[in-house]
């Protein structure tokens, strides 16, 4: 689906618009803490900071599912726009994987979605939300760490790069690599993949 970068960029700003409204309370986005830069990978986590407070994003979600025994693969894309504030968010997403325009929130306890054609579902997380609505498979809870450059609470043999950037992790079934634009401390880009076929790609402009 294709959509007109100026009608994008004004959904964009009136929907970060509502997020400081409903979102924003008082506390500062933590600084990622930095390491001097050499050419060799690391493989430990050094004074890594969980997540950022909070953070506006945008950029382009792509969705992968695998083949079963009555169709292929299949495939979807959609624009979004993400507010976080701690633990609670509020995404956006634009020609939704299928199902037209979809806002997800979530508090903390409980994740809700509303779009025109599932109406309003809530679940007691964003994973469960988002498979119920669209079939579709995504490690939701774990990005707000990725998206701060860091490993997820619950991730195992994370690797760090010579500038201690998260450049790969791991949770569960889900295999995150990390892509980043020059010296830039926060990634570019998340790549998640299962082994039965299940893959998330997505581009990230902070």
Same mark, same amino acid.
């Given at each position: =689906?294709? #959509?007109?970068? +100026?009608?994008?960029?004004?959904?964009?700003? %009136?929907?970060?618009?509502? =997020?400081?409204?409903a979102l924003v309370?008082?506390?500062?986005?933590?600084? &990622?803490?930095?390491?001097?830069? *050499?050419?060799?990978? =690391? *493989?430990?986590?050094?004074?890594? +900071?969980?997540?950022?407070?909070?953070?506006?994003?945008?950029?382009? @979600?792509?969705?992968?599912?695998?083949?079963?025994?009555?169709?292929?693969?299949?495939?979807?894309? %959609?624009?979004?726009?993400?507010?976080?504030?701690?633990d609670r968010f509020?995404? !956006?997403?634009?020609?939704? #994987?299928? @199902?037209? /325009?979809?806002?997800? !929130?979530?508090?903390?306890?409980?994740? *809700? &979605?509303?779009? !025109?054609?599932?109406? *309003?579902?809530?679940?007691?997380?964003? !994973?469960?939300?988002?498979?119920?609505?669209?079939?579709?498979? %995504?490690?939701?809870?774990?990005?707000?760490?990725?998206?701060?450059?860091?490993?997820?609470?619950?991730?195992?043999?994370?690797?760090?790069?010579?500038?201690?950037? #998260?450049?790969?992790?791991?949770?569960?079934?889900?295999? %995150?690599?990390?892509?980043?634009?020059?010296?830039? /401390?926060? +990634?570019? /880009?998340?790549?998640?993949?299962?082994?039965?076929?299940?893959?998330?790609? =997505?581009?990230?402009?902070?």
């Amino acid at each position: =689906m294709s #959509l007109s970068t +100026p009608s994008y960029k004004l959904n964009k700003f %009136a929907l970060f618009s509502a =997020m400081t409204a409903a979102l924003v309370i008082t506390s500062g986005c933590q600084s &990622l803490k930095t390491a001097n830069a *050499t050419n060799q990978p =690391m *493989t430990t986590v050094q004074n890594q +900071p969980q997540k950022l407070e909070s953070f506006n994003i945008t950029g382009k @979600i792509g969705v992968t599912t695998p083949a079963n025994d009555t169709t292929g693969a299949q495939g979807g894309s %959609a624009f979004y726009a993400w507010g976080q504030q701690d633990d609670r968010f509020a995404i !956006e997403l634009i020609g939704a #994987l299928g @199902i037209g /325009k979809t806002n997800i !929130e979530y508090n903390g306890q409980t994740a *809700t &979605l509303v779009s !025109e054609k599932t109406g *309003t579902l809530t679940a007691d997380d964003p !994973e469960e939300l988002l498979k119920k609505a669209t079939g579709w498979q %995504a490690p939701i809870s774990q990005m707000p760490y990725w998206i701060s450059g860091n490993p997820a609470p619950s991730d195992s043999a994370p690797e760090m790069d010579g500038q201690n950037r #998260l450049i790969s992790s791991v949770n569960g079934d889900w295999s %995150a690599s990390f892509t980043y634009k020059g010296s830039d /401390k926060l +990634p570019s /880009k998340i790549s998640a993949v299962q082994p039965q076929g299940n893959k998330v790609v =997505m581009t990230i402009n902070h």
